[in-house]
T-cell receptor, first 111, second 112 residues
Framework: GEDVEQSLFLSVREGDSSVINCTYT??????LYWYKQEPGAGLQLLTY?????DMKQDQRLTVLLNKKDKHLSLRIADTQTGDSAIYFC???????????FGTGTRLKVLA | DTGVSQDPRHKITKRGQNVTFRCDPI?????LYWYRQTLGQGPEFLTY????????KSRLLSDRFSAERPKGSFSTLEIQRTEQGDSAMYLC??????????FGPGTRLLVL
């Protein structure tokens, strides 16, 4: 079945780059997403990438997709304390309406 | 505030009771999703509506769970005969024509 895996924790210093990784199993994924969840708040879509793309950049965020290895990463440049949150990777597949989310990576930014 | 509201925000109930949650999506969005999120996990897909039609249900959705979207606007999720394992955050999301799902704040359910 479909599965999306992420490492649980990442700690970086303010101003450094953060790289959050995700692997997925469904080779027919069409879109892959990164969501952010802050304490006590709902999920917020940060960015997404279509499966025929390798890279997408949006201001401080860079998404890299390696479809062969089924690996997705989110790079946050110049990480700020306000970036501390849980980041979820998710995928959707054509032919189904459901989205599969990973377990989330808790990013802690140290001042 | 994403524009998606959920009610109630918190619910405490005793095992065996029925509970109903409501989601009001962004008004022009025809797509609506329900998810369940337990501590330390990502959201798990429960069901999807396009307008009033329920087009997909997860195998996680046992026969104690039912969802409706009678007029293609708000949606309700009912859990009958609640069990302690139903304790979770229940999230609703709506989506228009694009790829972005807008999540509500969730309803936190505690079954005693």
């Amino acid at each position: 079945g479909e599965d999306v895996e992420q490492s649980l924790f990442l700690s970086v210093r303010e101003g450094d780059s953060s790289v959050i990784n995700c692997t997925y199993t469904d080779s027919s994924s069409t879109y892959l997403y990164w969501y952010k969840q802050e304490p006590g708040a709902g999920l917020q879509l940060l960015t997404y990438i279509f499966s025929n793309m390798d890279m997408k950049q949006d201001q401080r965020l860079t998404v890299l997709l390696n479809k062969k290895d089924k690996h997705l990463s989110l790079r946050i440049a110049d990480t700020q304390t306000g970036d501390s949150a849980i980041y979820f990777c998710a995928e959707s597949t054509s032919g189904t309406y459901k989205y599969i989310f990973g377990t989330g990576t808790r990013l802690k930014v140290l001042a | 505030d994403t524009g998606v509201s959920q009610d109630p925000r918190h619910k405490i109930t005793k095992r065996g009771q029925n509970v109903t949650f409501r989601c009001d999506p962004i008004s022009e969005h025809n797509r609506l999703y329900w998810y369940r999120q337990t501590l330390g996990q990502g959201p798990e897909f429960l069901t999807y509506f396009q307008n009033e039609a329920q087009l997909e249900k997860s195998r996680l959705l046992s026969d104690r769970f039912s969802a409706e979207r009678p007029k293609g606007s708000f949606s309700t999720l009912e859990i009958q005969r609640t069990e302690q394992g139903d304790s979770a955050m229940y999230l609703c999301a709506s989506r228009g024509l694009g790829e972005t799902q807008y999540f509500g704040p969730g309803t936190r359910l505690l079954v005693l």
